[in-house]
């Protein structure tokens, strides 16, 4: 058997294979012995009719599962001998039984194979992390708004009121009211808040919503105001300060504790930010390969599958594989690319520094070491654990092997 192969977008194999007449005529032989002993032949015992007799009746047949053998043990056998993992069933296309010999193409997908191309020496452009004073005093105002108190008030129903409120289907008296309470500006449905707007205590009207879009599905409401409040925020001065955490024991303590915590959050958006922005230069440059069509209809399969179970299995399955697969090529083309750099620059994990990831998690969640090692005892979280370390590794060492240029945030990015 002779064979050539070529690969195609680093993931499909092509081989040809030329199986010579006297290879051909032993499978040929084998085919017919098969057929010669479960031959039914008039006055004749299985296995002992005449071989011109057999090849007679059975002879298409013989030849039929003679090539189909040989192609089926030739693939087979490069394959071990090659050590080629295919991800499908080989499409066998070209098939040509020429002088006694046989000539055939099988194509398969197999694992990308390419070569990994530069990851080092990119440069990218990162908006600096910078905490600004809007965004300390919208902190700041969060505190003082989770603790307000309310104050009722005559005043018409207005932005920043407090409002209780009795609501049921309109039209139906006999309906019991159901009570909530709303922050007028702050409620998901603005709609009912602007039609609930100049209502004073015991006023009501009626409100039309529709959640499902659906305009046969619009629900009218009848909603009627109980009570009306103004709210009153906290003073914020030392004593605020100290009440809201005794760690700070004035106002500027607070202030800079919420700049660190927010510079905190940026920085680790800004991390993920890098890495991203490194990730895709580097998945750009690897043109040199294609994800398998086999592992990225899997891959679709399973998020859609996923989409069904959150969102119901009436949902649109072709439109959600179209709203994934481009983020899902980019991953999947990720995960291998990826691999590579983590073999070739020798990155692993020890088991010394996942303990030390565990000692560290007891002390920022302020929870006893021992149940957090029982949390990641299973071998499994146990794993999640370490590919989140190789992920660090990982971001760290593309960080330190390019460059990153800080530049000042836009004048949009401030203001905001």
Same mark, same amino acid.
Request: without cysteine; hydrophobic residues 35%; proline residues 3%.
């Given at each position: 058997?002779?064979?050539?192969?070529?690969?195609?977008?680093?993931?499909?194999?092509?081989?040809?294979?030329?199986?010579?007449?006297?290879?051909?005529?032993?499978?040929?032989?084998?085919?017919?012995?098969?057929?010669?002993?479960?031959?039914?032949?008039?006055?004749?015992?299985?296995?002992?009719?005449?071989?011109?007799?057999?090849?007679?009746?059975?002879?298409?047949?013989?030849?039929?599962?003679?090539?189909?053998?040989?192609?089926?043990?030739?693939?087979?056998?490069?394959?071990?001998?090659?050590?080629?993992?295919?991800?499908?069933?080989?499409?066998?296309?070209?098939?040509?039984?020429?002088?006694?010999?046989?000539?055939?193409?099988?194509?398969?997908?197999?694992?990308?194979?390419?070569?990994?191309?530069?990851?080092?020496?990119?440069?990218?452009?990162?908006?600096?992390?910078?905490?600004?004073?809007?965004?300390?005093?919208?902190?700041?105002?969060?505190?003082?708004?989770?603790?307000?108190?309310?104050?009722?008030?005559?005043?018409?129903?207005?932005?920043?009121?407090?409002?209780?409120?009795?609501?049921?289907?309109?039209?139906?008296?006999?309906?019991?009211?159901?009570?909530?309470?709303?922050?007028?500006?702050?409620?998901?449905?603005?709609?009912?808040?602007?039609? @609930?707007?100049?209502?004073?205590?015991?006023?009501?009207?009626?409100?039309?919503?529709?959640?499902?879009?659906?305009?046969?599905?619009?629900?009218? @409401?009848?909603?009627?105001?109980?009570?009306?409040?103004?709210?009153?925020?906290?003073?914020?001065?030392?004593?605020?300060?100290?009440?809201?955490?005794?760690?700070?024991?004035?106002?500027?303590?607070?202030?800079?504790?919420?700049?660190?915590?927010?510079?905190?959050?940026?920085?680790?958006?800004?991390?993920?930010?890098?890495?991203?922005?490194?990730?895709?230069?580097?998945?750009?440059?690897?043109?040199?390969?294609?994800?398998?069509?086999?592992? @990225?209809?899997?891959?679709?399969?399973?998020?859609?599958?996923?989409?069904?179970?959150?969102?119901?299995?009436?949902?649109?399955?072709?439109?959600?594989?179209? *709203?994934?697969?481009?983020?899902?090529?980019?991953?999947?083309?990720?995960?291998?690319?990826?691999?590579?750099?983590?073999?070739?620059?020798?990155?692993?994990?020890?088991?010394?520094?996942?303990?030390?990831?565990?000692?560290?998690?007891?002390?920022?969640?302020?929870?006893?070491?021992?149940? *957090?090692?029982?949390?990641?005892?299973?071998?499994?979280?146990?794993?999640? @654990?370490?590919?989140?370390?190789?992920?660090?590794?990982?971001?760290?060492?593309?960080?330190?092997?390019?460059?990153?240029?800080?530049?000042?945030?836009?004048?949009?990015?401030?203001?905001?």
């Amino acid at each position: 058997m002779k064979t050539e192969s070529r690969t195609e977008k680093g993931y499909k194999k092509i081989i040809e294979f030329h199986i010579e007449g006297s290879e051909l005529e032993q499978y040929r032989k084998a085919s017919f012995d098969k057929f010669r002993n479960s031959a039914k032949i008039d006055g004749f015992r299985a296995g002992k009719a005449p071989e011109s007799m057999v090849r007679a009746k059975y002879g298409a047949g013989i030849e039929v599962e003679a090539m189909n053998d040989a192609i089926n043990h030739s693939y087979k056998t490069y394959l071990i001998e090659n050590r080629i993992y295919p991800l499908s069933e080989p499409a066998v296309d070209n098939v040509d039984k020429k002088d006694d010999g046989l000539k055939f193409t099988a194509t398969v997908e197999t694992y990308p194979e390419f070569e990994l191309k530069p990851y080092t020496g990119h440069s990218i452009e990162i908006e600096k992390a910078v905490v600004t004073d809007e965004e300390i005093n919208a902190a700041v105002n969060d505190i003082l708004d989770k603790h307000s108190s309310s104050k009722d008030t005559d005043e018409p129903v207005a932005d920043g009121h407090i409002v209780e409120v009795a609501v049921r289907p309109a039209g139906l008296q006999d309906v019991k009211w159901e009570y909530q309470t709303v922050e007028i500006g702050k409620n998901p449905n603005d709609l009912i808040d602007k039609e @609930l707007i100049g209502l004073k205590k015991g006023e009501s009207r009626t409100v039309s919503i529709n959640p499902s879009g659906k305009k046969e599905e619009s629900l009218a @409401l009848e909603i009627k105001i109980e009570k009306v409040g103004k709210k009153i925020l906290p003073e914020l001065n030392d004593e605020f300060a100290k009440t809201y955490d005794s760690k700070y024991a004035t106002v500027a303590d607070l202030r800079s504790s919420l700049a660190r915590d927010i510079e905190s959050r940026k920085l680790n958006s800004q991390e993920i930010e890098i890495f991203e922005k490194f990730a895709k230069k580097i998945i750009d440059d690897h043109d040199n390969f294609e994800v398998p069509p086999s592992i @990225l209809n899997r891959y679709l399969d399973d998020m859609v599958t996923n989409a069904q179970k959150q969102y119901g299995k009436s949902i649109d399955k072709t439109m959600m594989r179209n *709203i994934y697969q481009q983020n899902a090529e980019v991953s999947l083309k990720w995960e291998y690319i990826r691999h590579k750099i983590i073999e070739a620059e020798k990155l692993a994990v020890t088991d010394e520094e996942v303990d030390n990831k565990i000692a560290t998690l007891s002390l920022e969640r302020e929870i006893d070491l021992e149940k *957090i090692k029982k949390y990641y005892s299973s071998k499994e979280k146990k794993q999640m @654990l370490k590919e989140d370390l190789m992920d660090k590794k990982l971001r760290d060492f593309l960080k330190e092997k390019n460059s990153v240029n800080f530049v000042e945030p836009s004048a949009e990015e401030k203001t905001e």
